[in-house]
């Protein structure tokens, strides 16, 4: 019986002992002014590396300098400008030959094994063990390529890889303008490492191996580019008991290595149900393969954030003879993805399982200018934006296709993605622009190798379309490929290769918004009085605008030098020359009305209550219009990969800022708000629940915590609307007009709990707040305790019979150094809490169960700073 069962098992056996791995550690590198030998000598394993750096891989040429100490960190004050960059130094500075010795034997049999490489920025010359592995020079920084390694493998099992990385072709002159002179456009990669508003030129261009390098084991047929599809008819809910059927639909490609014929059945499970299909696969030859479609019965559906949960199933494909030679697993959501025309709005309107979505989206760099990329940042990142009641990111033309990891974050947080492909109206020639070298006729067909930019659409779009938050494909930033391109991209790569998703010409095409107003169709971008966010109608999906970002004291002494912490002035100029270099947006007057800022702190403190108000205001002002005037909007921007000083929710250390919290606030699901130009009361319903007993409850506050009922009211609220009640614009003149005052608009729930909160501020009859300027101290008491592994629960207790305690920063700190702690995550921040009431803001995070000697600190506008034990 033990002998029956050990053969039974034997398939499964020998696929398990089939893996594969990364090459992510133990690289060495050198210029290639130091090395004399051509790479067949150098990647011989005898051969002795004498005076090597070890390198990161991934990661650019920058990031193993700077991880050598060689050079400083170009994201620290003016260090940068310390770095050479390439364009005046020449490309052979960045030019870094890279070797990694490895141990794999020589499979039996018929046994593969295959090396990956998933990004190489952007030429280079491959070798093994003596052998050159590509006959021309790969290039193509976003092209995936994988070579069969196993006729070079050593028989000792002792191997050595040794790879050339080139810089691009054309470096671009930063000369400050977007894209520096346009020229980086040329090649097929990233446009903003010359430089652009908001960073600074990355000196190496982003030269190196700067994604994953794999190894692979198989048997003789590769498994390559599952495609999975799922069809979600009809119109659904996420919360129904009984859910019509889905269908879903796999194919994927099958590599036959051998100079055989093979002939073997390719099947996966799924709740249950088995489906396979036989094939044969001629010598070296590659097919692709339908499997009958699946009815998958009551399907557990993907959803975004804020409208349902974001169930996710794991499939794993399989190829297999006699024995089993290759496994793919493929995690996946059941969705569907719907797009209409708007002819009230003029603008897309998206839906997912049959379900229309008001699209709350942020713009998208990418997680790091040197490329130092992470699960666990993408994590981490991706929860700021779901916790931002955002549902969708789109990825800026001027960057990448985003990592496997990227969309892994954003399938388990619910964000959708607008994905760009790599163009830019800036460098390929929609504007006169006279930072540019060429004109805009010859920018407009960059970049020089159209037949690479589509190859590599074609494999990125084969690498990514697994993922249920992948909602959009994008021509290109403010301007469509050239046409050739653009044909290819529109009407045959699309649609056969994906085929479920809608293709913007790009972003802000007119089929996406049509744009009546003039202009470019996007911005603006700095502070807005709030009654443009409600009453100026602007773009009916727009797919960039925003506003300011500074970070507090706390995160501008990261990257400042301490010389340099001090107060920009109210000028256009006022700034100095590190706060210019980090792409400072000026705040001009608009801090004035709460005190002209004493210092540094005090100018950062009270930054971050026009952040508050900016970010609340605009997703309020956009959202009170939803249906009406808009589908959607996509702030400008939500994070910076680099130490920037403006639009950003959460700084390059991933310490949030009150930009993220006034978007929590302003972007909620279910959320009561007050158009603060004319006073009316507003609620708006971004889910598909059905609120009936509802009370609508205004209360006003004076400076000294006085509260005056307003009014309360029951109401009903409809899924997906926004319904208008009543202005208190008179309560908010006549109670306020002296020193101002605070409004409390909330929703309470049938059994009278708080269901939405929001607190707004008002000046005084002349535009100040001039009674925060002078309120008494809130007598609160603060507790913190461990509600978990990885969570506390601090609780802010403000008595009665005294002021609000306003604007209340909580934060996990270091013990001993009172350094803050990241990243973790707030359920909310910068609260307040009216007299006589509590608020619990629970922290959490993998950080918060490893920090052992961990403190909280909580300081508000009227609330000194208190350090505060985790019981």
């Not at 398939?11 to 067949?40: H, M, R």
């Not at 194919?251 to 709740?271: D, H």
């Not at 992470?374 to 990111?393: G, P, T």
């Not at 310490?655 to 006073?679: E, F, K, R, V, W």
């Amino acid at each position: 019986m033990l002998k029956i069962t050990f053969f039974l098992l034997l398939p499964f056996l020998e696929l398990a002992a089939q893996s594969q791995y990364e090459l992510n550690s133990g690289w060495e590198c050198s210029n290639i002014s130091g090395v004399t030998v051509k790479g067949e000598a150098l990647s011989v394993p005898s051969y002795k590396l004498t005076g090597w750096l070890p390198a990161t891989v991934p990661g650019t040429v920058l990031t193993t300098l700077l991880n050598n100490k060689l050079v400083p960190d170009p994201f620290y004050g003016m260090n940068n400008m310390r770095i050479p960059d390439i364009y005046h130094i020449g490309r052979d500075h960045y030019t870094y030959w890279f070797v990694k010795d490895f141990t794999e034997a020589q499979p039996a049999a018929d046994g593969q094994v295959w090396l990956h490489f998933r990004g190489v920025n952007d030429g280079c010359d491959i070798y093994l063990n003596g052998h050159r592995l590509n006959a021309t020079t790969h290039f193509g920084t976003y092209l995936r390529f994988s070579y069969n390694i196993t006729p070079w493998l050593a028989k000792d099992g002792h191997n050595r890889l040794a790879v050339i990385v080139y810089p691009s072709a054309i470096l671009g002159n930063p000369n400050g303008g977007q894209g520096g002179d346009g020229t980086i456009a040329k090649n097929v990669g990233p446009q903003y490492t010359a430089g652009w508003d908001w960073i600074q030129p990355m000196r190496d261009r982003n030269t190196g191996i700067w994604d994953k390098v794999t190894i692979e084991r198989t048997g003789a047929v590769r498994i390559k580019n599952p495609h999975i599809v799922t069809r979600v008819p009809g119109v659904r809910l996420p919360d129904t008991k009984v859910q019509a059927p889905a269908t879903i639909l796999v194919s994927t490609e099958l590599e036959n290595a051998t100079a055989k014929s093979i002939a073997g059945t390719v099947s996966y499970k799924l709740a249950g149900n088995t489906i396979s299909k036989k094939v044969t696969i001629a010598p070296h030859a590659t097919v692709e393969v339908q499997l009958p479609d699946l009815e998958l019965k009551q399907p557990a559906l993907w959803w975004p954030a804020g409208y349902g949960p974001q169930n996710l199933y794991q499939l794993k494909l399989s190829f297999n003879t006699t024995k089993a030679e290759d496994t793919e697993d493929v995690e996946f959501g059941v969705r569907e993805i719907q797009t209409y025309w708007n002819a009230h709005t003029n603008s897309r309107e998206v839906a997912v399982n049959g379900q229309k979505i008001f699209i709350k989206g942020g713009n998208w760099i990418t997680s790091d200018a040197m490329f130092r990329f992470s699960k666990e940042r993408y994590d981490a990142e991706i929860r700021f934006h779901r916790d931002m009641n955002l549902n969708l990111i789109r990825i800026w033309g001027g960057s990448l296709t985003e990592r496997p990891e990227f969309y892994e974050a954003c399938d388990k947080y619910g964000l959708l993605v607008f994905q760009d492909f790599w163009m830019s109206g800036d460098c390929n020639g929609r504007w006169v622009d006279p930072m540019k070298k060429e004109s805009q006729w010859t920018r407009r067909q960059y970049p020089d190798d159209h037949s690479l930019f589509i190859t590599s659409v074609i494999d990125q779009v084969k690498m990514l379309r697994n993922y249920a938050s992948l909602a959009f494909w994008c021509g290109g930033n403010e301007i469509t490929p050239p046409e050739d391109i653009l044909s290819v991209m529109r009407d045959s790569i699309i649609p056969k290769l994906d085929g479920t998703r809608f293709f913007f010409h790009y972003s802000n095409t007119d089929s996406m918004s049509y744009n009546s107003l003039g202009g470019n169709g996007d911005g603006p971008y700095n502070i807005q009085p709030l009654s443009v966010f409600w009453n100026e109608r602007t773009f009916p999906f727009n797919s960039e605008v925003g506003s300011v970002g500074v970070g507090d004291y706390e995160s501008l002494e990261r990257f400042m030098p301490e010389e340099n912490m001090v107060a920009p002035v109210n000028t256009p100029n006022g700034v100095d020359s590190v706060w210019d270099y980090h792409k400072y947006i000026p705040y001009f007057d608009h801090l004035d009305p709460y005190g002209k800022p004493k210092d540094i702190r005090d100018f950062a403190n009270k930054a971050q209550l026009v952040n508050y108000d900016q970010y609340r205001g605009l997703m309020e002002g956009f959202s009170a219009h939803m249906w009406d005037w808009y589908t959607g909007v996509i702030i400008w921007k939500t994070q910076n990969p680099w130490t920037a000083l403006r639009g950003q929710m959460y700084d390059y250390y991933l310490d949030p800022n009150a930009c993220l919290y006034g978007l929590h606030n302003g972007s909620a699901p279910l959320h009561a708000m007050c158009n603060p130009t004319d006073g009316s009361i507003y609620s708006v319903n971004n889910t598909f629940k059905y609120y009936t007993d509802v009370m609508l409850e205004l209360k006003a506050y004076n400076m000294a915590g006085k509260d005056s009922l307003i009014t309360q009211v029951f109401t009903e609220i409809s899924p997906k609307t926004v319904q208008k009640y009543l202005s208190v614009k008179s309560a908010i003149e006549g109670l306020g007009s002296k020193e101002g005052m605070f409004l409390s608009v909330r929703l309470r729930d049938k059994n009278q709990q708080v269901i939405s909160d929001n607190l707004y501020w008002f000046p005084d009859a002349k535009g100040n707040y001039s009674g925060l300027q002078k309120m008494e101290a809130a007598k609160v008491q603060i507790t913190a305790h461990k509600a978990g592994t990885d969570s506390i629960a601090v609780k802010i207790s403000n008595p009665a019979n005294g002021p609000v305690a306003f604007f209340n920063r909580v934060s996990l700190v270091d013990a001993q150094t009172k350094k803050r702690i990241l990243p973790v995550f707030y359920n909310d921040n910068y609260v307040s809490v009216l007299p006589g009431e509590e608020k619990i803001v629970t922290i959490s995070g993998d950080m918060v169960g490893k920090s052992g000697n961990a403190a909280v600190s909580v300081y508000g506008w009227n609330v000194p700073e208190q350090y505060i034990s985790i019981n």
